[in-house]
T-cell receptor, first 114, second 113 residues
Framework: AQSVTQLDSHVSVSEGTPVLLRCNYS??????LFWYVQHPNKGLQLLLK??????LVKGINGFEAEFKKSETSFHLTKPSAHMSDAAEYFC????????????FGAGTRLAVHP | EPEVTQTPSHQVTQMGQEVILRCVPI?????FYWYRQILGQKVEFLVS????????KSEIFDDQFSVERPDGSNFTLKIRSTKLEDSAMYFC???????????FGQGTRLTVV
């Protein structure tokens, strides 16, 4: 069975400093992995996806993530945080059996301070 | 840019009443989903729908739930007899294929009182 563990429920950074949101996954086969972001009172927006192509994936708004099979990790990073990055971030793995059943992590709330 | 739209944004209903949550997926998508997020908990898969039938459903999706694509554009989730524990944010999503990303709507916040 597939599962996702987001290692931090809350992360707080200062504006202009790097962001690291950690995610480990468990999958019995080569997974597709995603990061979604949810701003307050908004829907879920896709940041980036990994689907067995390049292991370093670039997404929107300067975010990127690196798929490390040996560590079963898919951490999300950004070199320099912006105030508008404050949101909830979800690491997501696709389930087995097709039809794109997505399994969500518990989420990491990112706070960005001036 | 095409997007998934959900209505209403907020629905308040009395326990035992039926509710219908509505979604308009992106027009060329073939795979449709409902997820829910109870306050403070994970986003959970409810059901996937393809080719006019349910392709997979979770344990949560019991007999009080049903989905329908009544015409070429809408995708609905019906809860027949709402319970207090059905209070949650319900997200509709759609995708082009089974193994690509899903695009989510803004969600409908359902409050059962």
């Amino acid at each position: 069975a597939q599962s996702v563990t987001q290692l931090d429920s809350h992360v707080s950074v200062s504006e202009g400093t790097p962001v690291l949101l950690r995610c480990n996954y468990s999958s019995s086969y080569s997974p597709s992995l995603f990061w979604y972001v949810q701003h307050p009172n908004k829907g879920l927006q896709l940041l980036l996806k990994y689907t067995s192509a390049a292991t370093l994936v670039k997404g929107i708004n300067g975010f990127e993530a690196e798929f490390k099979k040996s560590e079963t990790s898919f951490h999300l990073t950004k070199p320099s945080a912006h105030m508008s990055d404050a949101a909830e971030y979800f690491c997501v793995v696709s389930g087995s059996g097709g039809y794109n059943k997505l399994i969500f992590g518990a989420g990491t709330r990112l706070a960005v301070h001036p | 840019e095409p997007e998934v739209t959900q209505t209403p944004s907020h629905q308040v209903t009395q326990m035992g009443q039926e509710v219908i949550l509505r979604c308009v997926p992106i027009s060329n998508h073939l795979y449709f989903y409902w997820y829910r997020q109870i306050l403070g908990q994970k986003v959970e898969f409810l059901v996937s729908f393809y080719n006019n039938e349910i392709s997979e459903k979770s344990e949560i999706f019991d007999d009080q739930f049903s989905v329908e694509r009544p015409d070429g554009s809408n995708f609905t989730l019906k809860i027949r007899s709402t319970k207090l524990e059905d209070s949650a944010m319900y997200f509709c999503a759609s995708g082009t294929t089974a193994n690509t990303e899903a695009f989510f709507g803004q969600g409908t916040r359902l409050t059962v009182v």
